[in-house]
């Protein structure tokens, strides 16, 4: 096995937004924001290469919307999905299982573009699987007032419609193989997966939404997004607890300046204990 760190480029979120009741004072000092209150987010997904499959967890937020979408979002950087992939030895078609933690744009914009005539849309990796699991698709493909900008049907109508769709019959499954486990996480939106990878004697957890920085580890650190934020500090305190002591490897999709990070348990909680490049832990 073989895991490559794939950016897919960064966007700008409201600080107020990502941070809840937390008080800019106090966000401000791990994730400054601009003079408009932006702040700076990556959209880092991971490439897993097992054996025959290629497993994709995540692929950023596409190129198929219109530029008034794209003017609320501030895109910056020089990475893309292609070139990331093509910097790691692939491309799209290569990718045999397109893995999505939840289906929020940011999240699952990657998987479907605009066709050659430009009337309608088709997936971007047409030899892989898609993944979502029963639970959130429901609860994506009927969302509520809340979520409903968020959930794009453009983004994932064409999923099913394609054939290529496939779901996670729960969080024991080994439908990914037996080096990868899933836990369900309901704060943020309902039945989001956070995927937990063997590697190298470590667990890589990939952090989706559960955990978009270092600077969301305190528990009252929690997203204006998410649908049920108390929910969200409980999962939070028992997934970091867990990974403080069996020392997990975070693998974190938003944080812009740091890929990974691993937690320690203090006085005052759960806090970060070293954050780093995954390339920089786990060698080339």
Request: aromatic share 10%.
């Amino acid at each position: 096995m073989k895991l490559h760190v794939i950016n897919t480029g960064n966007f700008k979120l409201d600080g107020g937004a990502m941070f809840g009741v937390v008080p800019k004072a106090l966000w401000n000092k791990t994730n400054p924001a601009d003079e408009n209150n932006l702040c700076n987010w990556s959209m880092r997904c991971l490439l897993i290469e097992d054996g025959n499959r290629l497993i994709l967890v995540d692929n950023g937020i596409g190129t198929k919307q219109d530029a008034k979408f794209f003017s609320h979002y501030f895109l910056n950087g020089n990475d893309t999905l292609e070139s990331s992939l093509k910097l790691a030895g692939f491309s799209t078609d290569d990718v045999t299982d397109m893995f999505l933690t939840h289906l929020h744009f940011d999240h699952c914009g990657g998987s479907i573009k605009n066709n050659k005539d430009n009337t309608g849309y088709e997936t971007v990796f047409k030899n892989a699987t898609y993944w979502s699991n029963a639970e959130h698709w429901e609860w994506a493909t009927k969302p509520n007032p809340r979520e409903k900008a968020s959930f794009l049907k453009e983004n994932i109508l064409p999923i099913r419609e394609s054939g290529q769709l496939k779901l996670i019959t729960g969080e024991d499954s080994k439908q990914l193989g037996e080096n990868i486990s899933f836990s369900y996480m309901r704060g943020h939106t309902d039945a989001m997966m956070i995927p937990q990878i063997q590697y190298k004697g470590k667990t890589v957890a990939f952090m989706a939404d559960l955990l978009p920085s270092t600077g969301h580890i305190p528990l009252p650190y929690v997203m204006g997004y998410d649908t049920r934020p108390l929910l969200t500090m409980t999962e939070k305190e028992k997934f970091l607890n867990r990974a403080a002591t069996e020392e997990f490897i975070l693998f974190l999709e938003h944080d812009s300046v740091n890929e990974c990070c691993t937690l320690q348990n203090t006085e005052k909680g759960v806090r970060l204990k070293e954050a780093f490049r995954f390339e920089d832990f786990f060698g080339k």
